[in-house]
């Protein structure tokens, strides 16, 4: 089972990037998925969950309405449209399992993850 991240870089504060996650997981079309970030210091964060379908997306307060979680199925991948970047978002960057409910979204991590991807945000 394998996660791999890709997509990152270093941006412009308003600027945008698209991440993506290619799962090569059995399970992941009937997986809620979700992308996490981590600064250094401080623990790993769930951003953005994608349910099996597609049909329900929730965010983090921090990102709500900047950025976009999606899949494709047929494809094993998911991603991210990041647009609006602030410093803040600085971070790597992970995708794996994920939980949300009434609109709030949980850790809910296989216990493996990718090498993640790196965001910069200049200012």
């Known amino acids: 089972e394998r996660l791999v991240e890709s997509g990152g870089g270093l941006v412009q504060a308003g600027g945008s990037l698209t991440l993506s996650c290619a799962a090569s997981i059995s399970t992941f079309n009937i997986n809620t998925m979700g992308w996490y970030r981590q600064t250094p210091g401080k623990q790993r964060e769930v951003v953005a969950v994608i349910t099996r379908s597609g049909d329900v997306k929730n965010y983090a307060d921090s990102v709500k309405g900047r950025f976009t979680i999606s899949r494709d199925n047929a494809l094993n991948t998911m991603y991210l449209q990041m647009n609006s970047l602030q410093p803040e978002d600085t971070a790597v960057y992970y995708c794996?399992?994920?939980?949300?409910?009434?609109?709030?979204?949980?850790?809910?991590?296989?216990?493996?993850w990718g090498q993640g991807t790196q965001v910069t945000v200049s200012s």
């Open positions: 794996n399992r994920a939980a949300t409910g009434l609109g709030k979204i949980y850790p809910y991590a296989w216990d493996y």
